[in-house]
């Protein structure tokens, strides 16, 4: 079994900035990419950012230069660092990762979001 549990959302002014982290837990041996994704109402699903083991990172257009996703292996914990924050931004931020567990096939986990709102 594995669990993503985030954190960090909430009710920021425009021009602030929010700290996401979401943390990894359960059998698992190494966590191959992780990724945020995010919804805002009435919208799909987007990619925000991905980082993979090797710290290799990608960023959609939209937050470039104002997000910035990292990484703790030995924690299982992934960051999204957001400043500059507009109101189209507001969303649900989802994380995702991609984790190896010891006798399966890799397999991408959700967490189970957390709301951003960005008031003008």
């Known amino acids: 079994q594995v669990q993503l549990v985030e954190s960090g959302g909430g009710l920021v002014q425009a021009g602030g900035s929010l700290r996401l982290s979401c943390s990894a837990s359960?059998?698992?041996?190494?966590?191959?990419?992780w990724g945020w994704y995010r919804q805002a109402p009435g919208k799909q699903r987007e990619l925000v950012a991905t980082?993979?083991?090797?710290?290799?990172?990608n960023y959609a257009d939209s937050v470039k230069g104002r997000f910035t996703i990292s990484r703790d292996n030995a924690q299982n914990t992934v960051y999204l660092e957001m400043n500059s924050l507009k109101p189209e931004d507001t969303a649900v931020y989802y994380c995702?990762?991609?984790?190896?567990?010891?006798?399966?096939?890799?397999?991408?986990?959700w967490g189970q979001g957390t709301q951003v709102t960005v008031s003008t």
């Open positions: 995702t990762a991609e984790i190896r567990r010891i006798g399966f096939r890799p397999d991408d986990y």
């Open positions: 359960g059998s698992i041996f190494s966590i191959d990419v």
């Open positions: 980082i993979t083991s090797g710290g290799n990172t």
